[in-house]
Structure formats: structure tokens, C-alpha cells
Nanobody, 120 residues
Framework: VQLQASGGGLVQAGGSLRLSCAASGRTFSNYVMGWFRQAPGKEREFVAAINWSGKDIVYADSVKGRFTIFRDNAKNTVYLHMNSLKPEDTAVYYC??????????????WGQGTQVTVSS
């Protein structure tokens, strides 16, 4: 599975961005797609995940109410819509795929990352 993330950029605090991640290659009939981020000097952290049907969604507490994850299975694409962005949201954002049930760990395939920078 190859994952291509896009949509990052520079935005002012309070602004919005939408990230996209398209999966190609071998795809699985039932897989979870997730977003993670890594800020400079920090470990990578879980942001959000969505299962195949879209009925199961998990968010990190730090983004609840501000970020929305959704997917288009016909396009093998997952999106992360980010509202009310804060400077602490600045990070490289990665999409990832795992098989099985929704979870915050245990992802098998990773995209290359897209930079999100939020200025104060």
C-alpha cells in the first residue's frame, strides 16, 4: 500500500486546513485509516482514525471538537479537516493504514508526511 498525503501549508491561528491521503497499490477490504503528527523535538502522536464504514471514529483529546476525519472509499482517500488551528498543532502530519479494528497503535503502512505550520 502506498499512501500520498497532501494539503499541508502555512496558516494563521484560528484558520483551517484540509489534509488528504490517497491510498494506492494493494488495498484491503477492511482497513482503518489514521492520522498522526510529529512536532519538532517530540514523539509522533496519534491524531484521529476512522474505520472502513466510517461508523467508528477516534480522536485525540487535543483535537476533539476542532478536527474532523472522514473518508471516501470509492477514492481510497481519507481526509482530515482541521478548524480553529493553534500554534501547537504545528507538526508534520502522517497518514497511516492498519488492518483490523480501529486503534491508536499498530499501523502497518505510512505516508511520507505533510507539513502544517500554524503562526500565532
Amino acid at each position: 500500500v502506498q499512501l500520498q498525503a497532501s494539503g499541508g501549508g502555512l496558516v494563521q491561528a484560528g484558520g483551517s486546513l484540509r489534509l488528504s491521503c490517497a491510498a494506492s497499490g494493494r488495498t484491503f477490504s477492511n482497513y482503518v485509516m489514521g492520522w498522526f503528527r510529529q512536532a519538532p523535538g517530540k514523539e509522533r502522536e496519534f491524531v484521529a482514525a476512522i474505520n472502513w464504514s466510517g461508523k467508528d471514529i477516534v480522536y485525540a483529546d487535543s483535537v476533539k471538537g476542532r478536527f474532523t476525519i472522514f473518508r471516501d472509499n470509492a477514492k481510497n482517500t481519507v481526509y482530515l479537516h482541521m478548524n480553529s488551528l493553534k500554534p501547537e498543532d504545528t507538526a508534520v502530519y502522517y497518514c497511516a493504514v492498519r488492518r483490523g479494528v480501529i486503534a491508536t497503535i499498530g499501523y502497518d503502512y505510512w505516508g511520507q508526511g505533510t507539513q502544517v505550520t500554524v503562526s500565532s
